[in-house]
């Protein structure tokens, strides 16, 4: 595995979707600035629910930055 995609795997916030935290940060900035809009255009949260607190945690530090 290259370096990128070790990064990227690192960086995995969603497990069940492999949402990573950059591709959070990509939608954040291109409009996805809520929970639901974020669950609704990247997938997160559909399969086992367990990264809801990490994405709303994200999407505040990208909010408040």
Same mark, same amino acid.
């Given at each position: 595995?290259?370096?990128?995609?070790?990064e990227e795997y690192e960086n995995i #916030? &969603?497990?069940?979707? +492999?949402?990573s935290q950059n591709k959070i940060?990509? /939608?954040?900035?291109?409009?996805?600035?809520?929970?639901?809009?974020?669950?609704?255009?990247?997938? #997160? &949260?559909?399969?086992? +629910?367990?990264?809801?607190?990490?994405?709303?945690? /994200?999407?505040?530090?990208?909010?408040?930055?």
């Amino acid at each position: 595995m290259n370096t990128a995609n070790t990064e990227e795997y690192e960086n995995i #916030v &969603c497990h069940c979707t +492999g949402t990573s935290q950059n591709k959070i940060k990509n /939608l954040f900035a291109e409009g996805c600035t809520n929970f639901d809009a974020m669950a609704e255009r990247s997938g #997160v &949260c559909s399969g086992c +629910g367990g990264c809801e607190d990490a994405v709303r945690d /994200l999407i505040n530090d990208l909010k408040y930055a």
